[in-house]
């Protein structure tokens, strides 16, 4: 008998590699409150590539700084331990999925190019609602699509990267995805965090990024990554007057939007979503030098 879909599936997110034994040490050191820098320096010194990346990016334009940053620990207090364990997840993330970038194919790079600037948009909204570690925002953002690359290593035949990894997942694709592999990408993903051993806000938010209102905890998180996705979608597809007006845009993206925001008590206004979505289209020129770091 042929294997079903939810079978494969399941198997190769059981058979995905685990992350480098330093993704570990990290996340238990910055959640101990009596970690210090020294502590967080030790867990990351093994990994030399992590290190030098941690340094790039310490002295990376986005974080400008006059004086150099040489030594990790400075690198450290500079970014400050959230930062340093978004890194580090980034990396590791975007790295297990290394053999898909070794086939430097566009499409995987826009796929990239979109995640990135999802991460970006993820932080600009946290940071507008003073919301705490929004780095955490930025990996949301930044993985939030992992589970596509899941399915296109489970189905290289049938999951097309033209079809599946291109354009924004609305109700109808995600409701093809589910009848023909019996699973979403948004799913996918939220079991591998958990395969990972991935704070569960995390999780969450990569599960519930396309049904914010079925996530078990009431914050904000998989709705912040929900918009941003769709900010991401509309900075990286159209030029701004092809766009309009920013909220009719993502209305018509998402139906419901507006309502969902409403029931997370988060506020919904049209000045805003015009703000955000300008600062994206920002942050976008500048932080690509970030992007090539963390992937490489
Ligand atoms: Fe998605
Ligand atoms: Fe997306």
Redesign the pocket.
Known sequence: MKESHYARIEKNIESFPSLPSTVAEVMSVVNNPDSSAKDLTQAILPDQSMCVAILKIANSALYGRPKKVSSLETAITVLGFDEIQNIVLSRSVMNSFGSIFDRNDEIINNFWD??FT?ALAGKVIAEHFSISSPGRFFIGGLI??IG?LAMLLTFPEEYTAEKWLTG??TGKKLEEERQQFAITHAEVGGRLLQKWNFPESLTNALNF?HSPLDSPENHGFPIIVQLA?VL??LCSTYEKDEIGDIESAIKKLVPGIEQTWHHFTLPWEKLRLEMWYNWVVIERQHGSSILAILAY
Do not use: E, G, R, W
Request: aromatic share 0%; charged share 25%; proline share 0%.
């Open positions: 979109h995640s999802c939030h699509d596509k924004l997942s990024h996705d991401a979608h």
